[in-house]
């Protein structure tokens, strides 16, 4: 990142950066983290459409936040597995960890097979497992098709 870069985003004394996000999918993240209790009133950055070396554009979020969920780290694992999540601690990263593809995912998504049996009973909790790392795809355990990440919709369970 160049200096002039550097004037649109804000450095941060206290908080979280969410970087490597590919371009487009920064507002999706922001809407996840937002979904979840006590993440609606935290003060976020998003900048959108930054240069990157790695991925050409990418999106980044800074969270005025000291911990996030591991429920919210795995649901945007999800959503855009590559990113990673920084800790900013007195202007410096102190932690630091690049989110992985799951391999499994229990009872996060729903089957978009609408024949698959979790869609008639709904206590039964879905599994899928991760069958290509390189592509995300997941093949449900109860009907055994095979999905990409990306089409997978996610399930909130009552808690
Ligand atoms: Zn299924």
Redesign the pocket.
């Known amino acids: 990142m160049n200096d002039s870069q550097l004037l649109y985003i804000p450095k941060i004394r206290q908080g979280i950066v969410i970087d490597h996000v590919p371009a487009g999918l920064g507002i999706q993240v922001l809407t996840v983290i937002r979904s979840y209790p006590g993440m609606k009133d935290i003060v976020v950055t998003l900048g959108i459409n930054y240069k990157s070396s790695k991925l050409g554009t990418k999106d980044m979020l800074k969270l005025k936040t000291t911990e996030l969920d591991d429920e919210i780290v795995n649901h945007i694992a999800l959503i855009a597995p590559g990113v990673s999540i920084k800790r900013i601690t007195d202007y410096d990263v102190d932690k630091r960890f690049t989110l992985q593809v799951p391999e499994s995912i229990v009872n996060k998504v729903k089957?978009?097979?609408p024949n698959?049996?979790?869609?008639f009973e709904t206590n039964l909790a879905?599994l899928f497992t991760l069958v290509d790392a390189e592509k995300h795809k997941f093949r449900?355990?109860?009907?055994?098709?095979i999905f990409d990440l990306q089409e997978l919709e996610f399930r909130f369970v009552k808690r």
């Open positions: 089957c978009r097979n698959c049996i979790t869609n879905t449900c355990k109860h009907c055994e098709r």
